[in-house]
């Protein structure tokens, strides 16, 4: 609908760290079901933008909406990607055990004994992971320690850790960095299949454009201590 409420808003918004201003005056709005790159150059703040939306940093000046709610309040709703992570070769947690993080963090993933059988929401956590896992197509290798798949396959295991719960809006901090082009481009396929079968809204920091380019319905543009946002070729120039 046209005149519903954007899933993200920013209005005059500003942030702050150590008491330098990262970016300020920033207005924003990311509709449902859009796919949306955050782009700009190293340190303008696109990382700090994701924590605002979180509610993990807050805003210094100006308001934000995320769901309809102030950041940090609809955070079930919301699937979380941090910046690539490296796992050491001898790390023996399985795939599947790190998906499971996603809906049950505060057991490490692991099952409880008997819980399967006497808590009936066990099971629907345990169904929902494996429809995750198979979603992102990670079905082949999810039982195999975390530390001895590709660097591909450790990032459909951690996309689909994100999407456990469910979520409204799936915000990715560099989900393609240190991947191979061909990695980049299934990761971004990937990426946007979930977007528009599911009408998720996804928001994804990236350096290079070209993956996902083919794919976005817009872009936040961080550098020079501000924001610019709307179509690609509005935006990029």
């Given at each position: ?22 970016w ?53 709703d ?12 001898g790390?023996r ?12 963090g ?20 345990r169904?929902?992971v494996d ?11 999810a ?95």
């Amino acid at each position: 609908m046209a005149d519903a409420e954007p899933v993200v808003a920013l209005e005059g918004a500003a942030a702050r760290l150590g008491g330098r201003t990262v970016w300020s005056n920033v207005d924003l709005e990311v509709g449902a079901g859009q796919f949306v790159a955050v782009l700009g150059p190293n340190g303008a703040g696109k990382s700090t933008l994701i924590k605002a939306i979180l509610g993990i940093l807050p805003l210094a000046e100006g308001r934000a909406r995320v769901l309809g709610r102030p950041p940090g309040e609809r955070g079930p709703d919301i699937g979380y990607l941090p910046q690539r992570r490296n796992f050491d070769r001898g790390l023996r947690v399985r795939g599947v055990d790190v998906v499971r993080l996603g809906s049950d963090g505060d057991r490490w993933g692991l099952p409880v004994p008997g819980g399967d059988s006497l808590f009936p929401r066990r099971r629907a956590e345990r169904r929902r992971v494996d429809e995750v896992i198979e979603l992102v197509g990670a079905s082949s290798f999810a039982h195999r320690p975390i530390g001895q798949v590709s660097g591909g396959e450790q990032q459909r295991l951690l996309i689909a850790q994100a999407l456990v719960r469910q979520p409204k809006l799936l915000l990715l901090d560099e989900p393609l960095d240190s991947l191979d082009l061909p990695n980049q481009a299934a990761v971004a396929a990937l990426i946007s299949d979930i977007s528009t079968e599911h009408g998720i809204t996804v928001m994804i920091v990236a350096h290079d454009v070209n993956p996902i380019v083919s794919y976005l319905d817009g872009v936040v543009y961080v550098a020079r201590g501000g924001a610019v946002s709307g179509p690609l070729d509005e935006v990029i120039t």
